[in-house]
Each structure stands twice: as C-alpha cells, then as structure tokens.
C-alpha cells in the first residue's frame, strides 16, 4: 500500500478537476494537502472536504503566474507545517485556436500559465527539498505536446516544454533524492467542457488518473518518466534515440542522409538516453571515437 503519512503536498489548481481529485487521493492515504487554486472559496471547498473525512488540508489563492505570490503560498506551508515534500503542477489554461488565427498573446498566456506556472512552483520548493533530501515533483503534460493536436500549438508546445524542464531537473535533483516525472492525463473537465461526446465523459473520470499519480510521489517513485493514463488504462511515453548510422563527411552529404533514410529512421534497438550528453557520445562512438560518461 503506498502511505504517505507524514509528507505534505502541494497541489496546484486543485480546486476542481484533476487537481481536486490529485489532491483527495494524496489525503486519503495519509498527506497533509495544500489546496492552491485562483478561486479561495473552491479551493476552501476542497480543504473542507479533505478535513470533514478526517485528513489535514489548507487553502491557498494564488496564480501559479505570480511568482511573488507563489514563493508567499511556499512560505505559508512550511510555516504551517514545516515542510514540502511532494508538488503536482497541475494549474492550466486552454485558448484553443489554429496556430494561423491566434494571436501571440493568448499563446503567451498559456506558456505563462502551464510552463512558467511549473517553474515558479518548483523554483519556490527547490531548495527546500534539496536541503532536506527529499521531494517528489509531478509535471502536467499532454498527449497534445508529446504528439499535437489541432488547434492548440500553445498549449502543445508548454505541455512538451515541461517534459523537457522534467528531464533536466530530474538530472540536477538526483543527488539530493528529488524525483521528477511527468503525468500526461486523459480526462474530462471544465478544460474540456463541449469538447468530448457524452458517451465518453464517464469513462474519463478525473479520478481515473490520480492512481497514477500517487505512484509518482511514493516513497521509491521513479524518475524522469512520462506516465500517461485516462479512463483506467496507463502507459508509458519515452523519448527515443534509434541506433541511426555513420556516414562521415563529403560534400554529397545531403544525398547520403538521404540515401540511409531508412536505416536512420529504423526503430529496431532504438534507445532511451540518459541525459541529452548521450547523444553526442553515441553520435562520437559512430564515428569511431569512444567516449565514455560515467
């Protein structure tokens, strides 16, 4: 059973949908629970919930985009209780239109908020959990970064950006136990209101997703993962290197990538780099110069 009695969690834009329901599964099994949301009285809601069962919650209004404020919620958590243990950036927007019709500032917008919204929470906790050894960070991606979809290049391109700041940080917080991963949800919310038919919105039940979630923060979490689930099913998202080949230098460079296509693009083998350095050494072995990183 994973218990997590004793750690405090954080959890953003948890004053309805996926949030919510991250945030009353992380109490069930034991967690003391700061509601963030931008709307107080939800996230009241949600902190009223969690204490009518029995468990310990606190809410806080705060716009994962102010980061001044952000640092304040962090500040309002460890004096309450001393310590942050786990984050779930989960606060989002949609602007939802064709990359040819949006304007700029609804795609900053939703940068702000998904991408930037993730940095400053996880800015606001770092150095905590590093002094103490300990912290587990889950970062809201989206089947629409990992693999596009129409209409939502905005929201597409943050939902990808926070699998790169994933990778890195679960690179940098290694040595001070701080595991990062990635949750990509299948679900239906307020975000997806008049999106989905009908006869799918039961399957897509928020709550189907938070199981998944919990196994990213447990006690031996894994790192650096991207965990996909909707309607209680779960997979796994990776970023993959094919073994490609060597073809050298020459001015008829062009022709021969052209030429290997196929071998290039061949996924027999392909492999799962452990840091974007690797790359470059399995580029340096091809061209039959060994270098190994420890």
């Known amino acids: 059973m994973i218990d997590l009695t004793g750690r405090v969690a954080l959890v953003t834009g948890s004053g309805a949908g996926l949030g919510k329901q991250h945030a009353l599964l992380l109490a069930q099994r034991g967690a003391r629970v700061a509601i963030n949301d931008l709307n107080l009285d939800s996230a009241?809601?949600?902190?009223?919930?969690?204490?009518?069962?029995g468990g310990q919650a606190m809410a806080i209004a705060a716009s994962v985009s102010d980061?001044?404020?952000?640092?304040?919620?962090?500040d309002d958590v460890l004096g309450q209780w001393g310590q942050i243990d786990i984050l779930?950036?989960?606060?989002?927007?949609?602007?939802?239109?064709?990359?040819g019709k949006m304007d700029l500032e609804d795609f900053r917008l939703v940068l702000d908020v998904h991408l930037m919204g993730a940095v400053n929470c996880t800015k606001a906790v770092w150095n905590h959990m590093r002094e103490r050894n300990y912290g587990?960070?889950?970062?809201?991606?989206?089947?629409?970064?990992?693999?596009?979809n129409f209409g939502q290049s905005n929201y597409g391109a943050a939902k990808m950006a926070l699998v790169g700041l994933m990778q890195t940080l679960s690179i940098?917080?290694?040595?001070n136990n701080i595991r990062v991963n990635c949750i990509a949800p299948t679900a239906a919310t307020a975000m997806t209101d008049g999106l989905l038919p009908e006869a799918e919105l039961d399957l897509l039940r928020p709550e189907l997703?938070?199981?998944?979630v919990l196994t990213l923060v447990r006690e031996d979490a894994p790192t650096r993962m991207i965990l996909c689930a909707g309607a209680g099913a779960f997979e796994s998202a990776n970023v993959t290197l094919t073994q490609g080949t060597f073809l050298g230098a020459?001015?008829?460079m062009p022709e021969r990538v052209l030429e290997n296509w196929d071998a290039i693009v061949d996924r027999t083998?392909?492999?799962?780099?452990?840091s974007g350095l690797h790359q470059g050494d399995f580029e340096l072995n091809h061209a039959g110069l060994s270098r190994e990183r420890a």
């Open 44 to 53: 009241q809601a949600v902190s009223d919930e969690i204490t009518t069962a």
């Open 67 to 74: 980061f001044g404020a952000i640092q304040a919620m962090a």
């Open 88 to 99: 779930i950036n989960n606060a989002g927007i949609l602007r939802d239109k064709s990359f």
């Open 136 to 148: 587990r960070i889950v970062m809201t991606t989206s089947s629409s970064g990992l693999y596009g």
């Open 172 to 175: 940098e917080g290694a040595r």
């Open 209 to 212: 997703v938070s199981p998944g």
């Open 250 to 252: 020459g001015s008829d």
């Open 269 to 274: 083998d392909e492999v799962v780099p452990q």
